[in-house]
């Protein structure tokens, strides 16, 4: 997700629910922007927070902050894990961050705590970007949301961090923060040599030599034009490249004759 504001007020309460439920006391704010810390009177002083809110009171002893200062524009990770008792006494969870625009390629921990009370364990509306009842929006952009019917550890989160950092972008060979035409023309350069991994920053061949294994992983990975340090396409042209343009620049690179149609005549 990425949040538009650096700090955020307004409403009642000076909070943008992210991922939200409520039923009567129990509290399921799992991520919102702002803190439930209070200062003369006023909840929300810390705008600048990412927490996560459970169980029977919006206070700071039901608290966990998950970031002390968030940045604008910036994309984030988030994820927790969540066990309530079996008599809905307390709720312990931990939960986890990395800001994806700033390079974090492992999480932050925070927790586990232990709180009293627990969040709706029943159908109940779920506000995603908002609250349950559609207040209180998050001003920002929230892209992917995963729910699991079991609590999780920290190695698969890690895991799931990986996949987007690494995996999605090992083809970012420029380092732009994407993968577009640049990377292509790198790749391309190398065409048909034997590389390794220390022979400079490409793709790991699956064979010693950059081939069309190179080139499929490569468009596996394509995200087009897009802001540097979002692990998606986010902006401009992402679409993958027509087969005529990849056969066009192959053929450039490899030497082979563009002179298609022509015919040769015989002497005679």
Same mark, same amino acid.
């Given at each position: 997700?990425?949040?538009?504001?650096?700090?955020?007020? #307004? #409403?009642? $309460?000076?909070?943008?629910?992210?991922?939200?439920?409520?039923?009567?006391?129990?509290?399921?704010?799992?991520?919102?922007?702002?803190?439930?810390?209070?200062?003369?009177? &006023?909840?929300?002083?810390?705008?600048?927070? =990412?927490?996560?809110?459970?169980?029977?009171? =919006?206070?700071?002893?039901?608290?966990?902050?998950i970031a002390e200062t968030m940045q604008a524009d910036h994309w984030y990770y988030l994820a927790g894990s969540y066990t309530a008792a079996a008599d809905g006494s307390s709720?312990? =969870? &931990?939960?986890?961050?990395?800001?994806?625009?700033?390079? !974090?390629?492992?999480?932050?921990?925070?927790? %586990?705590? *232990?709180? &009293?009370? *627990?969040?709706?364990?029943? %159908?109940?509306?779920?506000?995603?970007?908002?609250?349950?009842?559609?207040?209180?929006?998050? %001003?920002?952009?929230? !892209?992917?949301?995963?729910?699991?019917?079991?609590?999780? @550890?920290?190695?698969?989160?890690?895991?799931?961090?990986?996949?987007?950092?690494?995996?999605?972008?090992?083809?970012?060979?420029?380092?732009?923060?994407?993968?577009? =035409?640049?990377?292509?023309?790198?790749?391309?350069?190398?065409?048909?040599?034997?590389? *390794?991994?220390?022979?400079?920053?490409?793709?790991?061949?699956?064979?010693?030599?950059?081939?069309? @294994?190179?080139?499929?992983?490569?468009?596996?990975? $394509? *995200?087009?034009?897009?802001?540097?340090?979002?692990?998606?396409?986010?902006?401009?042209?992402?679409?993958?490249?027509? %087969?005529?343009?990849?056969?066009?620049?192959?053929?450039? &690179?490899?030497?082979?004759?563009?002179?298609?149609?022509?015919?040769?005549?015989?002497?005679?």
């Amino acid at each position: 997700m990425r949040p538009d504001e650096a700090i955020i007020e #307004g #409403g009642d $309460w000076n909070l943008g629910h992210i991922l939200a439920t409520r039923v009567d006391s129990n509290r399921g704010y799992f991520v919102i922007q702002g803190s439930a810390q209070e200062i003369g009177g &006023t909840f929300g002083v810390d705008g600048d927070d =990412f927490s996560s809110v459970i169980g029977g009171s =919006f206070n700071v002893s039901n608290e966990q902050t998950i970031a002390e200062t968030m940045q604008a524009d910036h994309w984030y990770y988030l994820a927790g894990s969540y066990t309530a008792a079996a008599d809905g006494s307390s709720t312990t =969870f &931990t939960n986890y961050i990395a800001d994806l625009t700033a390079g !974090d390629t492992t999480l932050t921990t925070s927790g %586990p705590i *232990t709180v &009293t009370g *627990t969040y709706p364990t029943g %159908p109940t509306p779920l506000g995603i970007g908002n609250r349950w009842d559609a207040g209180e929006a998050f %001003p920002g952009t929230i !892209d992917e949301v995963n729910f699991y019917d079991a609590a999780l @550890d920290a190695s698969v989160f890690q895991a799931h961090l990986d996949a987007l950092t690494k995996a999605a972008l090992q083809s970012d060979l420029t380092g732009n923060g994407f993968v577009d =035409f640049e990377d292509l023309t790198v790749l391309l350069a190398n065409w048909n040599k034997d590389v *390794t991994a220390a022979d400079g920053n490409l793709v790991e061949p699956l064979t010693t030599v950059v081939n069309f @294994d190179d080139l499929t992983v490569l468009l596996a990975d $394509w *995200t087009g034009p897009g802001p540097a340090g979002s692990p998606q396409a986010a902006l401009g042209d992402n679409a993958v490249p027509e %087969p005529s343009t990849l056969l066009l620049a192959l053929m450039a &690179t490899i030497g082979l004759s563009t002179g298609l149609g022509r015919r040769r005549r015989r002497a005679g």
